[in-house]
């Protein structure tokens, strides 16, 4: 999907992402700024090219999660400026939530984690729409969850509000 | 990876869902219910459901209860004797179109005026009867004007609250709209009536 951001090394800022299982993701700086949490850092510390900033990141951001949001930070650096302009955007940003679910709450997180707002609103809203109109259990395999719920608990919430359940 | 399990990052999603979806998800686990018990995602649903009600401070009693109590319609309930005056109302008034929010105000019950003084030219007959009747109807006047074409679905959502003791109501308007009166296709300003009787403050 990514036509990729393959510049000619001119001495512009770049900066290392380091996965938890070893992977590094070489970005510009434009890209870097997409993320909310690696602008902050990046204020404070400086990158260059010669000596390019290396950023390790949590184990839940494993090498194909941080891929996707890189794939995302390049293409959006870019903006609509390029060929096909902002329609081409959208149809990328459409494309690119289209993922299992274990990777789509991956990507979320992520998400969160680095600070992408428009990623993460993107991404919230497909889960939001896959839970859509799911029952409870439904909810709880989607998620992994395990009901740590007594019997009572349970039907004070159902009795709150029963046509819910109808 | 684990990440799933973890509700807190996920928060976000819950300010994206419908009413009825939170509610299931507050029956998840006992992390998720404390999580979704936060006022603060039922005022994102309120605040869809009902516009104007955010233009206002929040109702004495929480979104949530606001939400488990209107958004339904209520069973018909005997009403007590009236002793309301308009000027202690206010109304939260969202009018969709094809599901296009095309008004939202919250509009005090001062503001409502018995009958149309200066109707405007070229109204249907049929509308100009119905304004100039004097059943229980009270209209006001709209900026900036809207019209809404003949054919198209349009959702109307009605809260009262009383500015003294603070209590809600929903009013339904379903006859209302099935009458085929309240609407009519023209682009003036277009008269909002209510009728007090189907007030049941509860």
């Known amino acids: ?166 | 990876m684990g990440v799933a399990s973890s509700l807190v990052k996920f928060c976000f999603v819950f300010t994206l869902l419908d009413g009825e979806d939170l509610v299931s998800c507050m029956l998840v686990s006992r992390q998720w219910r404390d999580t979704a018990r936060d006022d603060y995602f039922w005022k994102c649903i309120c605040a869809k459901k009902w516009p104007s009600i955010s233009k206002r401070p929040p109702p004495a009693i929480s979104y949530h209860k606001l939400f488990l109590t209107f958004s339904r319609s209520q069973p018909l309930q005997p009403l007590p004797p009236s002793k309301l005056s308009f000027n202690t109302l206010e109304f939260f008034i969202d009018l969709w179109s094809e599901q296009t929010l095309i008004f939202s105000e919250a509009v005090s019950g001062t503001v409502l005026r018995r009958g149309l003084k200066n109707p405007p030219p070229g109204i249907p007959d049929a509308l100009k009867i119905h304004l100039d009747s004097t059943d229980y109807k009270m209209i006001m006047q709209v900026e900036p004007r809207f019209s809404i074409p003949l054919g198209q679905t349009i959702v109307v959502s009605v809260l009262v609250s009383r500015k003294d003791t603070n209590q809600i109501a929903r009013i339904d308007i379903h006859s209302y709209l099935e009458s085929g009166l309240g609407f009519p296709c023209y682009s003036w300003r277009t008269p909002l009536t209510v009728s007090p009787m189907s007030l049941a403050l509860r």
């Open chain 1, 1 to 166: 999907m990514s036509e990729g951001t393959k510049e000619p090394d001119g001495g512009e800022e770049k900066v290392v992402l380091k996965t938890h299982d070893g992977q590094e993701f070489t970005v510009d700086m434009a890209t870097a700024n997409q993320s909310g949490t690696l602008k902050n850092l990046l204020s404070e510390v400086g990158s260059s090219s010669n000596n390019p900033q290396v950023i390790p990141l949590p184990s839940s951001i494993t090498s194909r999660v941080l891929g996707k949001v890189v794939e995302y930070c390049q293409r959006h650096a870019a903006g609509g400026g390029r060929r096909g302009g902002m329609q081409a955007l959208e149809q990328f940003d459409e494309e690119l939530v289209e993922l299992d679910k274990d990777m789509l709450l991956d990507v979320t997180y992520a998400a969160a984690f680095l600070d992408v707002p428009r990623l993460l609103d993107l991404t919230s809203q497909a889960v939001a729409d896959a839970i859509k109109n799911m029952s409870v259990e439904e909810v709880r395999h989607y998620f992994g969850v395990v009901s740590d719920f007594t019997e009572e608990e349970e039907k004070v919430i159902r009795s709150e509000c029963p046509w819910a359940f109808e």
